[in-house]
């Protein structure tokens, strides 16, 4: 059942997703403070393996040393080039690529090439910023301030969660990145509503599910769904995992983890997506898709396993592609409206969403400014 029952207010006025002044506050005191999943360890398993990604205008790099992961600005303390350019690779040397100074774990200087000229040695200068990292499961998480809550305490039931859920016998089956032409918001509060299944999601998901096979939580933190998934695409999965040895529950939950991360999960996979602003009309949305590979020794397993992973694979991208397709028109139309918006019971979880970004940006909705009502037509 749901918690209100009664129509909620739309909290956040459509200039509100698409106003420089509230993207700069949202960086400021939504996303710097808080931690960010950048990777898996699938994707970093050998020592010398990197990655680099933009996180916020920051360049950032991400590295195995013999199976600890650390993370660094991605700039050199000698003269400020980019460590490197790579998307990803692997190099068993951490070096500059531009004059080869050559770094270690904790990001201080190894090898020099012609360390002589820069006698005498500024150590406290020349050392890279490292980041705190720290991995849940086989998630890795980065954050860009120095002083924060521990990942543990970002995280709160979640923190068990992962590590629970995004570890054997769930192994990576699938990852995807994809850039939007709309808010950040926009995805975030598509995925917190099952209204718009009916139309978006005929053929995969056929309809929402009825109120009272509905389940909700709601926290300043994190808000929950939950909901006994009987179709004939969840009893599929359920056979999958009685022969998998995972437990067949039926049941479908997903999750979202204030303020960008999102988790969802039915028997047989997890999945874990992230939302990160690129400017104020603009998103980047990473996922992960884990699958089971199961608990009982032998190729029955393993065959299984194999075959459901591209099954499952193929339904989480048709129904992400179903969404991404309507990011466009939420965006146009929230630049052209003059209406303020109204929330439904069963989008009760998008109400709460919208109360905690003006909690934590400090602008109740009667003192927005009068240019941020405003629509750009």
């Known amino acids: ?13 459509p200039a509100q997703y698409f106003s420089p002044e509230q993207h700069r506050r949202e960086l400021e005191r939504l996303f710097l403070p808080s931690w960010h999943l950048l990777a898996t360890t699938a994707e970093l398993p050998r020592h010398g393996d990197f990655l680099t990604v933009d996180l916020f205008g920051r360049p950032v790099l991400v590295r195995n040393f013999h199976g600890d992961i650390r993370a660094f600005l991605n700039v050199c303390a000698h003269r400020h080039c980019l460590l490197t350019h790579a998307p990803r690779g692997n190099d068993p040397r951490f070096r500059c690529q531009y004059h080869g ?68 016998p769930f192994r990576e089956a699938w990852r995807w990145e994809g850039c939007y032409e709309a808010n950040w918001k926009v995805p975030i509060e598509n995925s917190l509503e099952s209204y718009h299944v009916p139309c978006l999601h005929g053929k995969t998901f056929g309809r929402f599910p009825p109120e009272e096979k509905c389940e909700h939580e709601l926290t300043e933190q994190y808000t929950w769904f939950k909901t006994r998934d009987e179709s004939f695409g969840s009893r599929f999965q359920s056979w999958f995992a009685r022969r998998l040895g995972v437990p067949s529950t039926l049941i479908y939950e997903q999750h979202h983890v204030h303020p960008h991360m999102t988790f969802a999960s039915l028997d047989v996979f997890r999945l874990v997506q992230v ?32 075959l459901m992973a591209p099954v499952v694979t193929v339904v989480t991208r048709q129904i992400l592609f179903e969404d991404r397709a309507i990011y466009p028109d939420i965006q146009r139309g929230l630049e052209a409206s003059r209406s303020r918006g109204v929330i439904g019971t069963r989008e009760e979880r998008v109400y709460v969403f919208q109360k905690y970004v003006l909690d934590r940006c400090g602008v109740p ?13």
């Not at 009667?366 to 009502?373: D, G, I, T």
Request: hydrophobic share 35%.
């Open 1 to 13: 059942m749901f918690i209100h029952h009664a129509r909620l207010d739309h909290l956040l006025v």
């Open 101 to 168: 100074w050559e770094y270690t774990k904790e990001g201080h200087t190894g090898r020099i090439p012609d360390a002589g000229c820069f006698r005498p040695f500024d150590r406290d200068n020349a050392r890279l910023t490292t980041l705190p990292t720290e991995s849940c499961g086989q998630l890795i998480f980065v954050r860009l301030k120095d002083e924060g809550p521990s990942l543990a305490e970002f995280l709160g039931p979640y923190h068990a969660y992962c590590a629970e859920s995004f570890a054997p």
């Open 275 to 306: 939302v990160y602003p690129t400017s104020p009309t603009t998103c980047r949305q990473k996922v992960w898709l884990f699958t089971a590979r199961g608990h009982r020794p032998g190729w029955m397993r393993k065959t299984l396993g194999r």
């Open 365 to 377: 909705p009667s003192s927005v400014e009068p240019s941020l009502r405003q629509s750009r037509f």
